[in-house]
């Protein structure tokens, strides 16, 4: 089964600084899909980005980019530049290209101080 | 705009109780999950719907049964809630996995405590 790690439960940055969530996975699949959410202290999960296991370039979106690193199983956010909304708890997940079901990590409660 | 939308958004229960958090989603997804959300464990899947009266079971189904009559609408069930299952429930969709990383969208939770 799939087992997806955050091992960063809390992290801060300053306004307009950079900040780097990691997320690792485990995995014998070779094709699959990562992806970040954000849940808002509103509770409502959307959706940050997300990553094409076949595809070796970087996803951004705006402010957001990750580092892929399919040897390492690794997948970190960057964000850039933060502001106060980012401020939420970020969580990486994990679905395979096989599979209906989306595998999360524990989170990362991220917080932005002015 | 996608929407999915969970009844309630606050509960208090007794144990004992039968409870049910209805969920429905407007963008005729296949997909319905419900999945259990507690400090520093994340995101548990409970159960899965893939079409109409099918289910699966996900990581944690002990005490908990699910409905599904109608494709738009998910239904959990606990049959006696109990204090262990105080928490957030969040439910969500996603279309069937026909194309490559269909993302999944979320319902704003139901936060339940059991006394």
């Known amino acids: 089964a799939q087992t997806v790690t955050q091992s960063q439960p809390e992290m801060s940055v300053q306004e307009a600084e950079t900040v780097t969530l990691s997320c690792t996975y485990d995995?014998?699949?070779?094709?699959?899909?990562l992806f970040w959410y954000k849940q808002p202290p509103s509770r409502q999960m959307i959706l940050v980005i997300r990553?094409?296991?076949?595809?070796?370039q970087n996803a951004t979106e705006n402010r957001f980019s990750v580092n892929f690193q399919k040897a390492a199983k690794s997948f970190s956010l960057k964000i850039s530049d933060s502001q106060l909304g980012d401020a939420a708890m970020y969580f990486c997940?994990?679905?395979?290209?096989?599979?209906?079901?989306?595998?999360f990590g524990p989170g990362t409660r991220l917080s932005v101080l002015p | 705009d996608v929407k999915v939308t969970q009844s309630s958004r606050y509960l208090v229960k007794r144990t004992g109780e039968k409870v049910f958090l209805e969920c429905v989603q407007d963008?005729?997804?296949?997909?319905m999950f419900w999945y259990r959300q507690d400090p520093g464990l994340g995101l548990r899947l409970i159960y899965f719907?893939?079409?109409?009266?099918?289910?699966e079971k996900g990581d944690i189904p002990e005490g908990y049964s699910v409905s599904r009559e109608k494709k738009e609408r998910f239904s959990l069930i606990l049959e006696s809630a109990s204090t262990n299952q105080t928490s957030m429930y969040l439910c969500?969709?996603?279309?069937?996995?026909?194309?490559?990383?269909?993302?999944?969208?979320f319902g704003e939770g139901s936060w339940l405590t059991v006394v």
């Open positions: 997940a994990y679905r395979s290209s096989y599979g209906q079901n989306f595998v």
């Open positions: 719907s893939y079409d109409v009266k099918m289910k």
């Open positions: 990553q094409e296991a076949y595809k070796q």
């Open positions: 995995t014998s699949e070779s094709d699959y899909y």
């Open positions: 969500a969709s996603s279309e069937a996995h026909r194309s490559s990383g269909n993302t999944i969208y």
């Open positions: 963008m005729d997804h296949e997909n």
